[in-house]
């Protein structure tokens, strides 16, 4: 059972990556907002009824299947109705507001046309309020993102100490010790290459310098003081530089020059008989229906409007804030013990109750925190004029990278905060419920 619930999330996560950029790309941003937000609106219901429906309930049961096996034919649906109402409109540089009352108002004949039309005052008062939404979280969700990888990097630097004071194990210091350098040696590696990047101007450079001294003067203070380790250090300094690196980079290959192809070998490179099985695959992908070969061309044409920036910062916002409603109720209340539980609405904790409600409502959040991270990374391109400038076109915003400097230089004040009220605790919060021999 764990297997093809494992498997149908993994499909769920993966139509969601793909669909969106799709909307976006193909029909615009206001196809792509219209998209997401149908599909916020769509989870948000499916999890309202699990959330309010009882548990051993038949009716429960079959509502909720029914629901979870319709999602893959409402999902195609939805993306092929949202292209299909929201067209591009890139010669307007007006908002919504003005669009609905000066334009739309003079064009359609009836109130009802005005109202529930296409591009009418409801469309665009759902669609333009989705937009502000995302807009106005980019913040948080950039902050959260801070926060929740502090929590991880501190729980991380507790379970080390715990494992190396736990029976004075010389190995496990040696091996922390290996660990926590080769993650400085590679944050050391990315950061050379940021300084290779030819968009880092004046003011960028002398950011990222007070940003790394900051990063480097704070692990020090960390190890140094005895309030940190290694372990926690490294890791504070690889996610400064993380951030660093997203503001700058695409994670595209730098380009090369086209090199001539190799001269054919006078041996095959591998035996004869792995060749032949090789050429036999070959022929029978080619004798293939022509439908699994457009599915494949399809699957391959959707992964290239995704940006690789994208899919890391999600794949990493996903660990920490899951992580996050892990480590908070150990800290809190419960031990180390929560770390195996999930979060649930029958916690006598206050934190635990919140936790378990996102919990239940987190498709929905994933929709909101994906858009969001698209909007941004369309807007940063735009405002450092890579090739999206259809995202100010169409009356996007172009803000830059701002909130990712607001969010390095909070976390790193806020840990700075903690060494400074903290002391030198052997049993940290989250270990002193372990148990030792």
């Given at each position: 059972?764990?297997?093809f ?41 499916y ?36 292209m ?67 929590l ?9 100490r ?27 590696y ?117 940006t ?22 150990a ?66 915003d ?40």
């Amino acid at each position: 059972m764990w297997f093809f619930r494992a498997l149908s999330s993994a499909i769920f996560l993966l139509s969601i990556i793909l669909s969106i950029p799709i909307a976006f790309d193909v029909g615009g941003r206001e196809c792509g907002l219209a998209f997401s937000l149908s599909l916020f609106y769509f989870y948000f219901f499916y999890s309202t009824i699990r959330l309010a429906t009882p548990d051993h309930s038949r009716i429960r049961w079959a509502i909720v299947q029914m629901i979870g096996m319709a999602q893959w034919i409402l999902l195609p649906g939805l993306l092929i109705w949202s292209m299909n109402r929201f067209a591009v409109d890139s010669n307007s540089s007006r908002d919504w507001v003005a669009r609905t009352f000066d334009v739309k108002r003079a064009q359609n004949a009836t109130v009802r046309e005005w109202i529930f039309g296409s591009g009418g005052l409801l469309e665009m008062l759902t669609v333009g309020t989705w937009d502000k939404l995302l807009r106005y979280s980019t913040p948080f969700f950039q902050l959260a993102e801070g926060f929740c990888s502090l929590l991880v990097i501190q729980a991380a630097g507790q379970i080390t100490r715990w494992l190396v004071n736990r029976g004075r194990s010389d190995t496990w210091m040696i091996g922390l010790l290996v660990l926590s350098a080769s993650i400085i040696s590679s944050s050391v590696y990315f950061l050379w290459r940021i300084t290779k990047f030819p968009e880092i101007g004046n003011v960028d450079a002398t950011l990222i310098g007070v940003t790394i001294t900051c990063a480097v003067f704070l692990c020090a203070w960390g190890i140094g003081s005895g309030r940190g380790n290694p372990v926690e250090s490294s890791l504070l300094f690889a996610y400064v530089v993380l951030c660093i690196y997203q503001i700058f980079t695409d994670y595209m290959p730098s380009a090369s020059e086209p090199t001539p192809p190799p001269a054919q070998p006078d041996f095959p490179p591998l035996p004869p008989i792995i060749m032949a099985s090789y050429s036999t695959l070959v022929y029978v992908l080619s004798t293939l229906p022509s439908a699994v070969h457009s599915g494949f061309t399809f699957l391959y044409a959707a992964f290239q409007t995704i940006t690789p920036s994208v899919i890391i910062s999600l794949a990493y916002r996903i660990f920490v804030f899951y992580a996050a409603t892990r480590i908070i109720p150990a800290v809190r209340e419960s031990g180390a013990r929560a770390l195996s539980q999930e979060p649930s609405l029958d916690d006598s904790d206050g934190a635990g109750k919140i936790l378990g409600l996102l919990s239940w409502f987190s498709p929905s959040i994933l929709v909101a925190v994906y858009t969001s991270l698209l909007m941004q990374h369309f807007s940063t391109t735009s405002a450092e004029g890579n090739g999206s400038e259809w995202w100010t076109m169409q009356g996007g915003d172009a803000g830059g990278n701002i909130w990712r400097w607001v969010n390095v230089a909070a976390t790193m004040a806020l840990y700075a905060l903690e060494l400074y009220l903290g002391k030198e605790d052997v049993d940290g919060s989250l270990t002193g419920h372990w148990k030792t021999d």
